[in-house]
């Protein structure tokens, strides 16, 4: 050991070394500390270690109070240290030192976010705050950075202001504001002031009170004197204040840190710690000078020594590497360290001798030591320390000089476009910063540390929080590669990612890409673009087709032809392409300039996913980030009681757009890493396996799962979890509690029991709720981990073990978050981009009709003006003049927002829906549901498991070489089965032992892999997000970025098709909101051709599912999305259904595309209201026929609970119908009953639809028993009954065809599809059904039969229809040419003559007998037909009709209450 030490320590008795010691000194403190006497060889380090201890505070304090010399110039004031350190004096200033929002003067509710007081937040409609320092002359300033872009007023006010919910800042005589979100100045009066604001800019505002002016800044640059005539003089004295709207927020700079953009000649009303930043430069160029002699030999000796060192003993080594390290103090945060200078004195004590290390590492502790004692200041550490730390990473700035190597590194990433800079990092750390932070990491009080960290990573937020002035995102690239450069080092990476980008400021604020000014944008867009509308047949404008239905005028002869209008568009279409064209470059253009901003994110992720770095002391940074980001997730996406607190105390989280972007930087790592080391099959992308879901290997945030909660599932469905997972389990194990009576669990249960959101998250709800209630927690005391504790504010969340983290499972982990993120935040995004594109195409059609206008005025007014005009006329061309400049102000303010929203898209499509994303969402998309059919569809994993391949994007076809052919698997409906046979689906579990849950439901594929009843554990965000990624990809997105250049999309889409078919309807899942999720986007895929036949591609197993879901029973069901689903696949089909548009409004409005938020991603309550093309499936019609055919008891069941509800919606309707009409003036109806009668009518109009698709597909239901389980009388009647009292009430005026006349002449809001067409056109195409001559002749009789005999039949109703009334005027099918088809309208008129001559015969046929004897042969209860049944045993008699109808209610008898038995037949004339 001495050996050891004396090579260490080493004798150094020549007289170079006495100089060299000396000029040491002198190069690291200058001439002030040299100690001329200390001349002793063996003594004379040690002797300089105490004579600096002592002395340095002295000579830094000496060299502050220096006077300083008229001749130096950029010396910085130093405030006198009695006065800097008790309280400002400064002249025209009055105060506390310290600057923040005064609370006991805000007005309203806010709150103040964060320790130092500065950021505020609004929870009121208009809350106003001040500071707690004043001005009364001089020139003064202060910054506010803007959280968000709304109304918010800043200024300065006097203490005498009065502020109210409704008056702030500038509302009062001696208040003055500027507020960007408006663009006005406020001093009592409002006028237009400045620029609109956004999020991240810096406003500065300057109030100089000697000329009584205030002007304000926006990112540094002047927006003029806003007020000139400011009051000031005897006691007037301003403070600076702020009123914020709700939910706005701000953070502002009093002077605490310095200005980021300072103007010249004004003072911040919170002085700089001047003293406390010259002491500090000091300092820092005696530890730059130390770095210096650091990095050189560590000791002078001579070669021969250096060279015989290479001939120690291994063990010498060892010992001297150890003592080294001490020295040194390269080890690790996470063990404790003896103090560096102890060590040095012990080992003087035992030798007299240092070596040059140990002295230089003294020298350097001294120093930080006296470092740590002004950088306790925020405003040091900004000023002084941050720069110094920039240019050791290369980076330039104004006051220190960079580090040439790194300056040299950096250039060489920056041309790279940093790619790879991570790994270069993290192999090769840049040595001089590492040291630097390895000396602060040594000698600074840990906790210390942590707040100087916190505070560059804030400032550094900061800076990258605001607006780029130009395309090259230098600021936001420069600050993402300062966390980079401090994250080489393995402390400082391990301690920002446990308890800075986690807790005050999130990682995902540096993954954002903001977009620039519109100013900036068009000095790349060179001009803006956007998707004109071409003409639409039929088209004209509103107001004059309806004067022209009405007669009051007459269709203009200078109106243009269609063919005039495609014209007039014709050339303007081609400049329109060259102009498009020159778009998309430029949108190119900018997806080039953010790609190096995107690429240093990337590679600021993968040094938080570094795995490399964990020993068996410390835990990997990826394992450390992987416990944070659940934590993350859990607050920002998951918890629903976290959303009520955050809705209680109003709290703010990312907006959407930092979500998307952190999700979109996310997954391009996870593919990175994924490509890098695959899981499995190297083609796939990342997804989870179906055992994940119940091994308990994720936790996936104690969220509900499909079947309803963790705790009941694992006890319902256990025999199935043994049969996979094994009876000793730890997952099966921890839900082994003791159950009370009450359902409840008793005291003992393990911490995975509590797996339900109830249990699992109210101590973390509790805790989050405490920190916005009560003040900071002290710090919680060590766990047995070994770790250092930290004086961090607030409770230290449980720190994973140490070492790397498995592969595998931090992909799991990764991907099961992303889908979190995406279903919790991201998605807001896509719809909040997909509603600006669609309201741009909805201005561009405005636009279009507006120019159509014109083109109309000016052509009639040239066409007049060869003639001379007479009065009339004259004072007609005036009003056209005058409606022509209207037009044309219209016209201006439509392209100006058009020319600002094409900026907008410019950058959606350049920086955000780029190919990149697309691909990657696609990918995301494909892994997500491969996991999701993997767990719920055995067929699936078998097939996947036998041929060892996975439904992908890349493959030659999505099963990997087969088709879906292959998977034409038998179908047995569970209708057809009995109870004891095993059913094609599983049942929902049910409460009970294990064995009520029925091993018949359970079914083991790939040798016990998984259950078939188990996808009752999948999450229920999982299946969201899939939905989700699906619909950003097929509707907001595309045609944005068409959707057909994924590869394999259209066999994604068809997997896709599969598992809705087969699980929108599951009873697996119980949860509502997933199951109404799956209708929904099952709707959406029936909204769209490409879809529909991807849902015509799906196996019949699947697609007979689907069928038998949607004719199922409608009662005790949500009925009318499935209902919906089911008339799309007959919408082409039907009588005069082809249309897009209402055929009655495209007259009007023209038949014009749906916007992509109306193409089904979220079908409303108004099914039937939404405008879709015509997409027919006779496929799935085919597969509707063999199933009704097949199933006579189910398809009974379904038609006569069709009926029921056609019957409920059309009575519905016309009962508000009624009382509607019984209001004469409109302002005193209702809005919502308005909305109820209009829905009413959409759902009528739907179920009538699917009537007739199925009048159509089995119209033997209504004659045949064997085909309805002998309900067919029953069903014949009912559908009779319906539909001629639709005629009735529509058509007959006595029957209710009045009232529907004047609501369809009214137009009410939400009633334009209240008309004719759409009420008669399905019971049009049923009649035609029915009666369609191909059927048997014995059907037609008695379908012929069964309508004339109908109380309510009419033939008006058909008349009216054909238009053989007398009032020509009047609604008939004949004046839709374009909608109803010669085919269709000959078929109905031959309905009509078939009833008509049965109507006759009926009549003619009756007995001439007197009216009471006929009357005693009629049914008491109808009077219309004859009375041919009775009741047994009580005998009593009426139609069979009649009784059928009241047994579908009661079993008792009309008359004497008495128990029916049964209904036999009887001979009327034998009453």
Not at 989 to 1013: C, D, H, M
Not at 1278 to 1284: A, E, H, K, S, W
Request: contains cysteine; aromatic residues 8%; neutral net charge.
């Amino acid at each position: 050991m001495m050996n050891v030490l004396r090579s260490m320590f080493g004798v150094c008795s020549s007289s170079a070394e006495k100089g060299e010691v000396h000029d040491t000194i002198r190069r690291v403190f200058g001439n002030d500390m040299v100690m001329k006497d200390n001349t002793d060889k063996h003594t004379q380090r040690s002797k300089y270690v105490s004579h600096i201890r002592e002395n340095l505070s002295k000579m830094l304090d000496a060299k502050i109070n220096k006077p300083v010399k008229s001749g130096k110039k950029h010396t910085p004031t130093v405030v006198p240290e009695q006065t800097a350190d008790v309280a400002d004096d400064r002249q025209g200033r009055l105060g506390p030192k310290i600057v923040v929002f005064d609370a006991s003067t805000g007005t309203g509710r806010l709150v103040l976010v964060g320790d130092e007081r500065v950021s505020v937040q609004g929870l009121s409609s208009f809350a106003t705050i001040r500071g707690t320092a004043c001005v009364f002359s001089g020139k003064w300033m202060y910054e506010v950075q803007l959280g968000t872009k709304g109304i918010m007023q800043i200024g300065w006010c006097t203490a005498s202001c009065v502020f109210s919910m409704d008056t702030g800042v500038g509302d009062t005589a001696h208040s003055y504001a500027y507020d960007g979100g408006r663009i006005r100045k406020w001093n009592v009066a409002t006028s237009p002031y400045g620029q609109a604001w956004l999020p991240g800019d810096v406003i500065g505002s300057c109030l100089d009170m000697n000329k009584g002016t205030l002007e304000f800044y926006r990112n540094g640059v002047s927006m003029g004197i806003a007020f000139d005539n400011v009051t000031h003089g005897a006691g007037l004295a301003y403070f600076p204040a702020v009123s914020l709207a709700m939910q706005e927020h701000l953070y502002a700079n009093f002077g605490h840190v310095p200005f980021v953009f300072p103007v010249e000649g004004f003072m911040p009303l919170q002085a700089a710690p001047s003293r406390d930043c010259a002491r500090a430069s000091l300092l820092f160029k005696s530890l730059e000078a130390l770095l210096d002699e650091l990095a050189q030999p560590s000791e002078m000796k001579p070669p021969i020594t250096a060279r015989s060192s290479k001939s120690k003993s291994e063990s010498s080594k060892a010992a001297e590497e150890e003592v080294a390290l001490r020295i040194h103090s390269s080890g690790s945060v996470y063990s404790p360290r003896g103090s560096p200078h102890a060590m040095v004195d012990a080992q003087s004590a035992e030798i007299k001798k240092m070596s040059k290390k140990a002295f230089l590492m003294s020298l350097a502790r001294l120093v930080v030591v006296e470092l740590g004692g002004v950088l306790r200041l925020s405003y040091v550490v900004v000023s002084e320390l941050l720069p110094r730390m920039r240019g050791k990473i290369g980076l330039k700035t104004r006051s220190i000089q960079p580090d040439p190597v790194a300056v040299e590194f950096y250039h060489k990433v920056r041309i790279d476009n940093f790619s790879g800079l991570a790994t270069k990092l993290l192999a090769q750390p840049q040595p001089r910063l590492c040291t630097m932070l390895d000396l602060l990491w040594t000698f600074l009080d840990e906790s210390a540390l942590c707040d100087i960290l916190e505070h560059c990573i804030v400032r550094e937020c900061l800076l990258f929080d605001l607006v780029s002035q130009d395309m090259y995102f230098n600021q936001q690239i420069e600050t993402v590669y300062v966390l980079c450069g401090l994250m080489q080092h393995r402390e400082t990476r391990h301690h920002l990612v446990k308890y800075v980008f986690f807790n005050k400021i999130t990682f995902d604020n540096f993954l954002n890409v903001k977009c620039p000014d519109d100013s900036v944008l068009r000095t790349v867009i060179r001009k803006p673009w956007w998707q004109r509308p071409t003409p639409v047949q039929g088209e004209t404008d509103p107001r004059i087709a309806e004067m022209a239905e009405k007669g009051t005028i007459r269709h203009s002869s200078f109106a243009p032809t269609g063919t005039d209008k495609i014209s007039k568009f014709l050339t303007r279409s081609q400049d329109d392409a060259i102009i498009e064209a020159e778009y998309r470059e430029d949108c190119a253009k900018i997806t080039k300039a953010v790609e190096p901003l995107e690429q240093v994110q990337l590679e600021f992720l993968l040094m938080l996913l570094d795995n490399t770095d964990g020993t068996n002391m410390v835990p990997s940074t990826r394992k450390i980030f992987l416990e944070k980001f659940r934590r993350y997730i859990m607050d920002n996406c998951i918890l629903d009681m976290e959303a009520f607190f955050q809705r209680l105390f109003n709290i703010s989280r990312n907006s959407p757009a930092i979500s998307w972007c952190a999700h979109s930087r996310l997954l391009t790592a996870v593919l990175k890493l994924w490509s890098e080391n695959p899981i499995g099959n190297p083609h796939s992308p990342p997804h989870l396996p179906a055992r994940t879901f119940i091994d308990g290997e994720l936790d996936f945030y104690n969220v509900d799962r499909l079947g309803g909660v963790l705790p009941f599932l694992v006890r319902t469905l256990r025999q199935d979890l043994v049969n996979v997972l094994g009876e000793d389990n730890p997952f099966i194990q921890s839900f082994e509690p003791n159950y009370n009576r009450a359902g409840g669990i008793d005291t003992g249960v393990s911490d995975m029991a509590a797996g339900s959101p109830g249990l699992a998250t109210l101590p973390q709800v509790i805790s989050s709720m405490a920190r916005f209630m009560h003040p900071t927690m002290p710090p919680m005391p060590n766990r047995a981990t070994g770790e250092t504790a930290l004086a961090l504010k607030g409770t230290r969340s449980t720190m994973p073990g140490a070492g790397a983290i498995d592969v595998r499972t931090a992909y799991l982990r990764l991907v099961d978050g992303l889908l979190a993120l995406y279903h919790g935040a991201a998605i807001k995004y896509a719809e909040k981009l997909c509603e600006l594109r669609d309201n741009q195409l909805d201005m561009a059609d405005c636009l279009h009709d507006i120019e159509h206008r014109i083109y109309t005025v000016h052509t009639e007014m040239q066409a007049k003006a060869s003639y001379e005009l007479n009065d009339e006329e004259r004072v007609k061309h005036q009003l056209m003049e005058k409606m022509l400049r209207e037009l044309e102000r219209s016209k201006s303010v439509y392209e100006e927002k058009l020319e600002i929203g094409s900026l907008q898209m410019g950058w959606v499509i350049g920086a955000i829906w780029t190919k990149q994303r697309q691909v990657e969402l696609a990918k995301h998309f494909a892994g997500t549901l491969h996991s999701l059919r993997l767990s719920s569809d055995p067929a699936y994993a078998a097939h996947v498991q036998v041929a060892s391949k996975e439904i992908l994007p890349g493959k030659s076809s999505i099963l990997g070489g087969t088709s879906y052919a292959s998977l034409q698997l038998e179908y047995t409906s569970s209708s057809d089965q009995s109870p004891q046979s095993p059913t094609s689906r599983a049942t929902t579990p049910q409460t009970g032992s294990n064995s009520q849950v029925g091993s018949s439901n359970r079914k083991l594929t790939g040798g016990q892999e998984f259950a078939e009843s188990l996808f009752a554990f999948v999450p229920e965000y999982h299946v969201d997000a899939m939905l989700e990624l699906c619909n950003t990809l097929r509707l907001y997105m595309h045609p944005t970025i068409p959707v057909q250049q994924i590869p394999e999309w259209e066999e994604l889409v068809v997997s896709c098709a599969a598992f809705l078919c087969a699980e929108f309807a599951d009873q697996r899942i119980v949860l509502a909101s997933t199951r109404e999720s799956l209708v929904q986007t099952l709707a959406s895929f029936a909204t769209q051709p490409a879809t529909m036949r991807a849902i015509e591609r799906v196996p019949m197993k699947q697609q007979m599912s689907m069928v038998e879901e949607l004719v199922r029973p409608y009662q005790n069901r949500a009925w009318a999305q499935s209902n919906w689903v089911l008339v799309r696949f007959w919408h082409g089909t039907g009588f005069g259904f082809r249309h897009r548009q209402w055929p009655h409004l495209a007259a009007r409005y023209g038949d014009r595309e749906p916007t992509v938020n109306n193409l089904g991603a979220k079908v409303d309550a108004g099914l039937m209201s939404q405008c879709f093309g015509p997409c027919p499936s006779e496929v799935i019609q085919s597969r509707i026929r063999d199933y009704l055919a097949a199933h006579p008891t189910a398809a009974a069941a379904y038609l006569n609970s069709l009926l029921s509800q056609l019957n409920w919606a059309f009575s519905e309707f016309i009962t508000m119908m009624q009382e509607m009409d019984r209001v004469d003036v409109d302002s005193h109806l209702e809005s919502r009953q308005i909305k109820l009668c209009a829905t009413c009518f959409d759902l009528y109009h739907g179920l009538a639809r699917a009537l007739e698709m199925t009048l159509h597909l089995a119209p033997m239901l209504l004659t045949k028993p064997e085909a309805c389980d002998n309900q067919n009388e029953l069903l014949l009647g009912r559908t009779c009954q319906i539909l001629m009292a639709v005629v009735s009430r529509v058509c007959i005026r006595g029957g209710g065809g009045a009232s529907f006349s004047r609501l369809v002449s009214r137009g009410l809001p939400d009633t334009d599809r209240v008309h004719y067409y759409v009420a008669l056109a399905p019971v049009a195409g049923c009649l035609i059904r029915m009666l369609d001559p191909k059927l048997p002749p014995d059907h037609l009789d008695k379908v012929t039969k069964a309508l004339v005999t109908e109380p309510l039949f009419k033939m008006d109703g058909l008349n009216m229809m054909l238009g053989k009334t007398r009032d020509r005027s009047h609604f008939s099918f004949y004046k839709y040419p374009e909608d109803v088809t010669i085919e269709e309208l000959k078929a109905l008129e031959l309905v009509a003559d078939r009833l008509r001559v049965a109507q006759d015969a009926i009549i003619r046929a009756r007995s001439p007998g007197s009216s009471g004897a006929q009357s005693e042969l009629l049914c008491t209860i109808c009077y219309a037909r004859p009375a041919d049944s009775a009741f047994v045993p009580c005998g009593h008699h009426s139609c069979r009709a009649c009784i059928m109808q009241h047994l579908l209610n009661s079993k008792q008898c009309f008359f004497c209450k008495a128990e029916i038995d049964s209904v036999r037949e009887i001979e009327p004339a034998n009453n």
